[in-house]
């Protein structure tokens, strides 16, 4: 299977090239990624459990779903596809903020990610990928905030930044 390829951006999110996935997390290249927080009518947040052998944050709590866009496709169109992938649905996704972060793992590879913040709605139970995702549930957001303060080691290091400086811009969705 041919490597998937991620969009290398400057700290505009300006495109300045492509490089294989694993390269980009290995040497630490700003690429462009997306993270989709997925609501029902009840306010609260599909959340997602890593499968235990992704090649990093394995078992972690983090949003409904994330990943990288594919060359020419717009943040929408990224977000609704690993969406279905992972999740095995589609719905509306809007555009909210987006941020820089850089994270290293213990297993030497680093997201550097310009990351574009998705939020849609949803009321029915997703048909998970198991090679994707382990468990799901849905969760309060103050519950969330409380869990990641007492238990931060349950959960990706993105979502927590996510938590700590943009849950207000969550709150508005």
Known sequence: MKEELVILV????????LMPKMEAHEKAVLHRAFSVFIFNKKNELMLQQRALHKYHSPGLWTNTCCSHQRDGESNIAAGERRLFEEMGFVTELKETISFIYKVPFENGLTEHEYDHILVGH??????????????????????VKKDIKNNPENYTSWFKIIFEKYYKTLLEK
């Open 122 to 143: 949803y009321d029915n139970d997703p048909e998970i990928n198991t090679e994707e995702v382990g468990e799901w549930k849905w969760m309060d957001l103050e519950l």
């Open 10 to 17: 400057d700290e505009n999110d300006i495109q300045v090239g």
